[in-house]
């Protein structure tokens, strides 16, 4: 639908025109069943392709339904490889029968990625505090009393306490592994309950940083999560599509595109399942009965620039000069190198008055940003000199306009 808005009608006619618009949307039968079941929140019935790595889950996580402390499980794998869907639906299959046999075993998700949640070592204890029915100020009380009012909470009864931190990676960047440390020594200051740590992480390389007296302690079980395959994706596509989409909804092939789109991008199922939302919603927008290949590719220039623009606004002030660096240099020089980029970040740092951090920091941004999919980075060779990174931007010229802007006015 177009919206006729014309100054001259004033505010009643503008107020009438959205009210028609709202009529016309409401009448306007959806192809949508259940669009519930294409959000990342869903979890279905059955987890395909995860059934050996399900029943590993189970297996290392039971001992909690005897009201023994598990060992602490961490689990890697890249974004959208079900780790995080895998883990839900094996801890709310043992929430289930606990509350069947009245056990007392509690669960706890926290996403470490989410702002005022835990981005300080202070909001995420408030957060558990919270889990536990409890409310303490947003700031103000020492650390130590907040630790105290979540031990007392939690040793308030004997339970067994499942702590899930997804993105686990997100919180020690932010935090540094102190706070893991803390978590990991909680068991030992506790008389009735037992707290066992569920770590997931899509840096696989994560827990080589780590403190070794966090890794130790932190890493006792380990699972990988491998990428799915297309035809994979295609089960999972369809098994979603069946229950969020009336029959015959979809062109034919959509769904084959879509795997071929996710397994491109490292067998990311995530990604398969929000294109083919996006498609569907900008298909019931145009008014069309089908969700149709144009939808599909309308959807995949959406997500890949809204990703790439959430990905660099959530990132630090650091990481962001170095990729502004970059977007800099990229449109003169189709090939630039890491010193390149360090003289160009460091006149960028000292303008911004951020403290300029070593090349080697440098040159582990910048295989962040390869992963995250903002550059691509070739390693290369220059004899006895060492080796150097090749970098080149991988994002559209539209995609790159737009994120400078952002980054300015981020950077300031």
């Known amino acids: 639908y177009k919206l006729s808005l014309y100054p001259s009608k004033g505010n009643k006619g503008w107020m009438m025109e959205i009210g028609n618009f709202f009529e016309q949307y409401l009448e306007k039968e959806t192809f949508f069943l259940d669009k519930s ?14 059934g050996e790595l399900l029943q590993d889950v189970a297996n290392i996580l039971a001992p909690a339904l005897r ?4 060992s602490n499980l961490f689990i890697y794998g890249k974004t959208g490889t079900g780790k995080t869907l895998s883990v839900k639906h094996v801890l709310q299959s ?8 009245e056990l007392p075993l509690k669960y706890i998700y926290i996403n470490c990625k989410l702002k005022k949640v835990a981005d300080t070592e202070y909001r ?3 957060q558990l505090i919270k889990e536990f029915g409890q409310e303490i100020p947003a700031t103000g009380l020492p650390t ?3 630790y105290t009012i979540f031990y007392s909470l939690l040793d308030k009864e004997k339970k067994i306490v499942m702590l899930v931190l997804d993105e686990i990676d997100q919180l020690t960047r932010k935090i540094g592994d102190e ?7 909680i068991n030992a200051e506790l008389k009735n309950s037992q707290i066992c740590l569920v770590g997931i992480s899509n840096n696989l390389i994560f827990s080589e940083n780590l403190d ?11 699972l990988i999560f491998p990428s799915y395959n297309a035809l994979q994706i295609q089960d999972i596509l369809r098994q979603r599509v069946a229950k969020a989409f009336k029959e015959n909804a979809l062109d034919p092939g959509v769904v084959e595109k879509c795997a071929a789109f996710a397994a491109r991008d490292h067998g990311d199922a995530r990604r398969a399942i929000d294109l083919l ?5 900008l298909a019931e927008r145009s008014g069309v009965q089908n969700v149709s290949l144009l939808h599909l590719d309308e959807a995949e220039r959406k997500i890949e620039s809204d990703k790439i623009i959430y990905g660099a606004t959530s990132q630090p002030k650091q990481f962001q000069s170095v990729l502004y660096a970059i977007l800099l240099l990229g449109p003169q020089k189709k090939n630039i190198f890491t010193g390149e980029i360090y003289e160009v970040y460091k006149t960028i740092s000292k303008r911004c008055k951020l403290a300029v951090l070593t090349q080697r920091r440098i040159s582990d941004m910048l295989a962040e940003m390869d992963m995250l999919g903002f550059i691509n980075a070739k390693i290369i060779s220059k004899g006895r000199y060492g080796r150097t990174r090749e970098i080149s931007v991988s994002l559209e010229e539209t995609t790159v306009a737009k994120l400078k802007e952002i980054l300015e006015k981020s950077l300031h």
């Open 179 to 185: 706070i893991l440390y803390n978590l990991t020594r």
């Open 124 to 126: 995420l204890i408030a």
């Open 94 to 101: 043992m929430e289930t029968i606990a509350l069947k046999k």
């Open 144 to 146: 130590d009393e907040v």
């Open 277 to 281: 939302r996006v498609a569907g919603e």
């Open 67 to 70: 009201l023994e402390k598990p």
């Open 212 to 222: 070794p007296r966090v890794r130790s302690s932190l890493s006792e079980e380990e």
């Open 37 to 50: 079941v294409l959000l990342s929140s869903y979890i279905p019935d059955e987890v395909l392709y995860r």
